[in-house]
């Protein structure tokens, strides 16, 4: 493109917005629209020249669109970007981006208290019997936390392992379900614990304890309304030495799942690594595993390294 057609192209105050918006957040065209007060017919055609210079990149994420900027390095682009910016900020539609990715998650509020307990699979009672003979193996048994834990499906494997193990989630209804399987199966090194991996008081518990050894995370981020953010806030939790654990859908198109809660349709496993390199994390595993639902999941570990002093 020459410099006179990207004057063009920039000299839009529309797309200047668009441009400065797609660069603080990942949105759709639906989000973009109720920003900015358009329809979405409106900012798809707008959006459509900057995809096409490459500086709006389109990903799908089953029937929605997302847009985010790349920029680069050209100052003509980060002179529209902050022209941009400062129209945003002026008509409230920058602020508006706050609230509008917060409401991702409330549907999986909503979902998770309304709904019926999980029919789970989990390990016969034979095999968790012999978990203790694994104990010796790993780096720390001190305390585990378990964010997101629903129904507590996977405290069975967890507490045999570890000295303490905390397990979190968002949901009084599913806390209240999990407290009953932590009682029928006499898990009494376990507790339960009301809140996201976030609260800072979940993470003040934590230091005071030295970190966890290990933290995992299985099928939360697909409810996370900015999934980067969620691991960086369980990257915290994780002592030097310990493990952070993913477990999460690959990408798969059944829309059905957004009826459930879930804000996006999985993730490409480069876009895991990515999030956990992001937190200085050292990939340890990173891997599709066996089904054991009708969707693909992957498994991700991340390990944080050993503090070095000089």
């Known amino acids: 493109m020459s410099r006179a057609e990207l004057f063009r192209l920039l000299g839009d105050e529309d797309r200047m917005q668009l441009l400065a918006l797609c660069t603080e957040e990942e949105l759709t065209v639906g989000e973009l629209a109720t920003i900015l007060k358009a329809s979405q017919p409106q900012v798809t055609k707008k959006s459509q020249p900057l995809r096409e210079a490459g500086l709006l990149l389109a990903r799908r994420d089953g029937t929605r669109t997302l847009l985010k900027a790349q920029i680069g390095n050209d100052p003509l682009v980060a002179a529209a970007v902050e022209d941009g910016r400062a129209l945003s900020a002026k008509d409230g539609s920058l602020a508006r981006i706050a609230k509008i990715v917060a409401q ?16 789970l699979p989990t390990a016969a009672p034979e095999l968790l019997a012999w978990l203790p003979v694994l104990r010796p193996l790993l780096p720390g048994t001190a305390l585990a936390v378990d964010v997101g834990t629903g129904e507590g499906t996977l405290l069975p494997l967890l507490s045999p392992l570890f000295d303490r193990v905390i397990a979190v989630d968002r949901s009084p209804a599913r806390l209240a379900r999990c407290g009953a399987r932590i009682a029928s199966l006499n898990l009494s090194n376990v507790r339960l614990r009301e809140g996201d991996v976030d609260d800072s008081g979940l993470a003040e518990e934590i230091a005071e304890r030295g970190g966890a050894d290990l933290v995992v995370m299985a099928r939360v981020l697909h409810h996370a309304a900015r999934p980067q953010d969620a691991i960086a806030a369980a990257t915290r939790l994780v002592r030097a030495g310990g493990h952070l654990v993913l477990v999460d859908y690959l990408p798969h198109d ?24 992001a937190t200085s994390l050292e990939p340890v595993a990173l891997q599709h595993l066996p089904m054991i639902q009708s969707l693909p999941m992957q498994l991700a570990i991340g390990k944080k390294p050993m503090r070095t002093y000089h």
């Open 254 to 277: 059944d829309e059905s799942m957004r009826e459930q809660g879930d804000v996006w349709l999985g993730f490409e496993p480069q876009k895991l690594k990515t999030w956990l390199d």
């Open 104 to 119: 991702r998650e409330e549907l999986s509020k909503k979902f998770f208290d309304e709904a019926e307990a999980e029919a």
